[in-house]
């Protein structure tokens, strides 16, 4: 039989493995959790001195981590309520952590530092959701053609 030695062509390579992708809902998920992680941790280190110098490693921690979170968000999809999650969820955890506890203690003291916090935070998240934004809709505009 001529044909009898081939494989037929429906069979799959037996030698390749699947890749296996998790799902982008987990992995927002995932992202939106640390991102309170790291609002957390980044609250607790910001009255840091060195010597009598105040150091707000929090807030330098928030202009490296916040955008990064954003970009991890972001890829994979065009909605910008997605790439948008990680930033809100910081912004709420902040939100909550100026709330006085019931012994009156706040965390998030309204100073200089706070006030570092929150544009360091923001603003490079927020340029990189713009630029996500700009090339979704760029995306969006040549699938239309």
Do not use: F
């Amino acid at each position: 039989m001529p044909g009898a030695s081939e494989a037929p062509e429906s069979e799959p390579d037996r030698g390749v493995r699947p890749v296996v992708v998790l799902p982008s809902a987990v992995e927002v998920l995932a992202l939106v959790a640390l991102s309170v992680l790291v609002a957390v941790l980044e609250v607790l280190y910001l009255p840091v001195h060195v010597g009598a110098v105040a150091v707000p490693v929090g807030a330098l921690a928030a202009a490296v981590t916040n955008p990064v979170l954003v970009w991890a968000a972001a890829e994979g999809t065009d909605r910008t309520l997605v790439a948008a999650a990680p930033l809100g969820a910081w912004l709420l955890t902040l939100g909550v952590l100026v709330v006085p506890g019931p012994g009156g203690d706040v965390l998030l003291v309204g100073d200089w530092r706070a006030l570092a916090l929150i544009v360091l935070g923001v603003v490079p998240a927020t340029l990189v959701l713009g630029g996500h934004v700009g090339t979704s809709a760029v995306r969006r505009a040549q699938l239309r053609r």
